[in-house]
């Protein structure tokens, strides 16, 4: 039997290999006759440059960058063989998981870190730079990635704004033009919603990053103002800004990509082309994926859907493995999951200390899990 192992990581417990590695090395004590084809994925969050760094090989370069409270922190860019391409990845200097929980405040967490790994990557010699965009902890539209670039937000008395979301309110023009040398801007995003609305960037992601109702209305209000900046004052920036698909992801960081002239391209999509996903696909019996929570966002443009309907389209059945499922069966199978399983359930419910064990233990739940489906699906 041949299987393909292509997971997501589990955000703040293991990365896309760590899981496919447990899963497989559970799946090898009940039988090790089968063949096991390991394809970690990333969607454009947290692991992308990791996991393209594995498939593509190239040169990982270290950037020394800040955090969303502009800390020092570690980031780096992946340059392709040919020096032509750079990948990079938001969540090493914007990332939710680089602030505690008290530290969350979406009000005035900054892109800026973002802004000094782009410089990088230009000052590498690439002509296009895919920015993988997921898991940030802020919502400043990319202002401050603007910033770091070269290009300033102003107050009407024409000083420099604040960064984060919240003094945007006041934005009233731009200063200066961004250092891009003619680079072309890709995000690699896991999500399709807008800027701004009901949909947007503040209402549907600012609440997990620390922000109440009225910060979310106040944020959604700012980032209005700043796309109507930019529209006037960005040479190229698209029209109607605020509602272009994608322009929401990591907190408005897709519709600055957008206004500067970029595009926005799938982060699975970018990541199954260059791990050759669908040649893999092609020539399996089982499809194993997974990710740290299976819920509703997971069947929009994540990695567990692309898998997910890769492998119906081939009528290939597809398990998922999740540290939590909240998804209805229904649901998940209407986008190709022949089954989920819960690392939760298997250690015996949250009443029971699932959720802990799930957490603390997910290596070892995993392996379990890759023992427990080799039974079920090896012939």
Known sequence: MRVLLCPDKFAGTLSAPEVAAAVADGWRTVTDG????IRPLADGGPGFVEVLAEALGGQRLPVSTVDPLGRPAAGEILLTTDGATAYLESAQACGLHLLGTAERDPKTTTSYGLGLLVAAAV???????????GGSATNDAGAGMLAALGVSPLDPSGAA?????????LVDALDGVPRLRGVRLVAATDVDNPLLGLHGASNVFGPQKGADRADVLLLDAALERFAEVLERDLAGCPTGLGTLPGGGAAGGIGAAILALGGGCASGIGVVTQATRLDAALDSVDLVITGEGSFDHQSLRGKVVAGVAGAARDRGVPCVVVAGQVSTGRREAAS??????????EHFGGEERGGLDAALSRPAAGLHALGARLARQWSR
């Open 161 to 169: 704004l604040p960064y984060g979301g919240a003094a945007l309110a």
């Open 335 to 344: 986008a190709g999951v022949t089954d989920a399983y819960s690392l939760v």
């Open 34 to 37: 089968d063949e096991l084809l």
């Open 123 to 133: 000052e590498s010699g690439a002509r296009t730079v895919v920015i993988g965009l």
